[in-house]
């Protein structure tokens, strides 16, 4: 079945520093979203794309979606300790959503 | 709008019991999926339902069962648990027809301990 790879895993920053999160799939996807979940809480939607090569950005941070939509970057610009928390991406195929597993970020202050 | 909501919020459990999770989606939203969040496997889809009907299933064992009624409400049973049960249950709602490949909104879960 499908599956959706995310690196890395933990990624430790200093604040002011810029993070990166990628993730590759099996398969082509129909679009790709991105969720953050903090600490002791529950994901929350941030963005969807679903166009090849589709670039959008909020504030600090910058996804982007593959040319054969089988992978996707969330880049953070700067980080702040308000952007702790695992950072999901999930691909869409086949009216169904698969997690990758999340990177986990912290920012030390 | 109000949220999604799961209750309970905690449940300790031993083996062998039997269990059910409520989850009321956002209003207007029909579709509702189930996942199950362990530190180890992250998040995984337990199956979604769509107008009282189960859309689509994970990889789960029977154990894991579920339902959905007329007002979009959905319930799910976990029989005979296991240890391994023990997880974090997110619920998601979805308000377009395509369901589980949509954005979901996710509820705050519920934390089941299996003792």
């Known amino acids: 079945g499908q599956q959706v790879m995310q690196i890395p895993q933990y990624q430790h920053v200093q604040e002011g520093e810029d993070f990166t999160t990628y993730c590759n799939s099996s398969?082509?996807?129909?679009?790709i979203q991105w969720y953050k979940q903090r600490p002791g809480g529950h994901p929350v939607f941030l963005i969807q794309l679903v166009k090849s090569g589709e670039v959008k950005k909020q504030k600090r941070l910058t996804f982007q979606f593959g040319e054969a939509k089988k992978n996707s970057s969330l880049h953070i610009t700067a980080t702040q300790t308000t952007d702790v928390g695992t950072y999901f991406c999930a691909g869409g195929s086949n009216y169904k959503l698969t997690f990758g597993k999340g990177t986990l970020l912290t920012v030390n202050p | 709008k109000a949220g999604v909501t799961q209750t309970p919020r905690y449940l300790i459990k031993t083996r062998g019991q039997q269990v059910t999770l409520s989850c009321s989606p956002i209003?207007?939203?029909?579709?509702v999926s189930w996942y199950q969040q362990t530190p180890g496997q992250g998040l995984q889809f337990l199956f979604e339902?769509?107008?009282?009907?189960?859309?689509n299933k994970g990889n789960f064992p029977g154990r894991f069962s579920g339902r959905q009624f007329s007002n979009s409400r959905s319930e799910m049973n976990v029989s005979t648990l296991e240890l391994g049960d023990s997880a974090l249950y997110l619920c998601?709602?979805?308000?377009?027809?395509?369901?589980?490949?949509?954005?979901?909104?996710f509820g705050p879960g519920t934390r089941l301990t299996v003792l």
């Open positions: 209003s207007g939203h029909r579709s």
């Open positions: 398969t082509t996807l129909s679009n």
């Open positions: 339902y769509f107008s009282e009907t189960q859309r």
């Open positions: 998601a709602s979805s308000p377009r027809e395509r369901g589980s490949a949509d954005t979901q909104y």
